[in-house]
């Protein structure tokens, strides 16, 4: 009778501690059910937060405002993983994370919202260290000279 109470205990203590873990994330329900008992904004804030602390862009896709800024940040770390580019959300998010993963500078005119569109150049400048595709952006006051000092730094 014991021993029978203990294997049952065991088998529920397993279901309990694998229900806290997602494939993608370890401990990601510990740490949301946290982070969803806050303020919308601090919610935003605290996920944000996390997915950067255990260096995990799945955390981002929780974001309910904006999940693109925060999966901007693991985009260098996934340059050769085109599969990364399904996170985001919107299409014009995707295709700038494909362009940058590709260093296709011509696929971010494809991008409809502008202020994506810069950023797709700008960072493909910045990966590729060549100015000369901030060429892009010369229309831009403040744009550009930043797409040119981002992409002229040796770090």
């Known amino acids: 009778m014991k021993k029978e109470f203990l294997i049952i205990l065991l088998l529920a203590g397993l279901v309990v501690v694998s229900g806290c873990r997602s494939s993608k994330s370890p401990m990601i329900k510990i740490s949301r059910t946290f982070c969803f008992n806050l303020s919308e904004h601090e919610e935003g804030v605290c996920l944000y937060n996390e997915a950067l602390e255990l260096n995990n862009p799945y955390v981002c896709t929780f974001l309910i405002g904006y999940p693109n800024n925060c999966l901007e940040h693991f985009l260098e770390n996934n340059y050769g993983n085109p599969k990364f580019c399904d996170e985001f959300r919107s299409n014009d998010s995707k295709i700038m994370c494909s362009s940058i993963i590709n260093t296709e500078v011509s696929h971010c005119s494809r991008i409809e ?35 040119i000092e981002r992409s002229s730094s040796k770090e």
Request: neutral net charge.
């Open 113 to 147: 919202e502008e202020a994506t569109r810069k950023n797709c150049i700008w960072r493909i400048a910045e990966k590729n260290k060549d100015p000369s595709i901030c060429e892009n952006l010369k229309d831009d006051k403040m744009m550009y000279p930043f797409c």
